[in-house]
């Protein structure tokens, strides 16, 4: 028996199960983060057909390859958030942030992006992208003491 590798969208289902159904055209995404998994999957697969096709009409880029190999190679999807875009609705939003490795270096897209379903199936308008987030000092972990002093671990204390 060979394994079947996970979709590249970050979902534990394998690629024919998941985004693979959108990319093939057997189906169209149900929600608004389902298509922003398949069209991340879709740079991952430079599939510049799926991406347009799924880029609403009036917002489509002029340029026919959006997924253009520069060298970066997408290493990994988060999503942050997603405000309506689910079956029923005709709006959603998803926020999200793709990382990826620019020739050696690794980099991030964080973007909140906006949907449309117009009564048959999903499309992506546009998005804002975000400012990366960066941070002062590191990251303070849950069990490290807190940084406020009072000899307590950060779970205990300020970290809730």
């Not at 999807?77 to 690794?106: N, Y």
């Not at 960066?134 to 009072?150: F, L, M, Q």
Request: with cysteine.
């Amino acid at each position: 028996m060979t394994d079947t590798p996970h979709c590249p969208c970050g979902s534990d289902k394998n690629f024919e199960q998941c985004c693979g159904l959108y990319l093939s055209g057997k189906q169209f995404p149900p929600t608004a983060e389902a298509l922003m998994r398949s069209r991340y999957t879709a740079y991952t697969r430079f599939d510049d057909i799926y991406l347009l096709d799924s880029w609403l009409p009036e917002h489509r880029p002029e340029d026919p390859s959006p997924s253009r190999d520069d060298g970066s190679t997408w290493t990994g999807l988060e999503i942050l958030r997603t405000e309506a875009g689910q079956v029923g609705d005709t709006e959603g939003v998803v926020e999200f942030v793709a990382h990826c490795d620019v020739k050696g270096t690794p980099a991030q897209l964080h973007e909140v992006s906006r949907f449309s379903h117009d009564g048959k199936r999903w499309y992506y308008v546009d998005g804002d992208g975000q400012q990366p987030i960066r941070r002062d000092s590191p990251k303070t972990g849950r069990n490290e003491p807190c940084p406020c002093g009072s000899g307590k671990k950060f779970k205990k204390c300020c970290g809730p």
